[in-house]
């Protein structure tokens, strides 16, 4: 399944964006899709994961109470919503399709491109 993410940009601190990450696939439904961030020389970062009805969210440490993910499937999109963001979450935002639900990059086997989140302070 081919993933599709926008909605990156520069923003201020404290400051709202929303990506989406898209699919025309007709089996984008059977997937469960998460968010993983990348900032430069750092690893890739858990951020966000629903299940395959939208429901079970699970967020990473660092987002908990700011971000919010949800999942159109009579749209094959998954929205991350981030509110008060800070400079610390400057990254490369990538949404990824698994079959499995997890935090864990490595049972991922789809991924999107990535978009990138500026935060200015």
């Known amino acids: 399944v081919q993933l599709q993410a926008c909605g990156g940009g520069l923003v201020q601190a404290g400051g709202s964006l929303r990506l989406s990450c898209g699919s025309s696939?007709?089996?984008?439904?059977?997937?469960?899709v998460g968010w993983f961030r990348q900032a430069p020389g750092k690893d890739r970062e858990f951020v966000a994961v629903t299940d395959k009805v939208g429901l079970s969210p699970m967020y990473g440490d660092s987002v908990k109470g700011r971000f919010m993910i949800s999942r159109d499937n009579d749209k094959n999109t998954v929205h991350l919503q981030m509110n008060n963001l800070k400079p610390e979450d400057t990254a490369a935002y990538f949404c990824?399709?698994?079959?499995?639900?997890?935090?864990?990059?490595?049972?991922?086997?789809?991924w999107g491109q990535g978009t990138q989140v500026t935060v200015s302070s």
């Open positions: 696939a007709y089996t984008f439904r059977n997937y469960v």
């Open positions: 990824a399709a698994s079959y499995r639900y997890s935090s864990h990059e490595s049972l991922y086997t789809y």
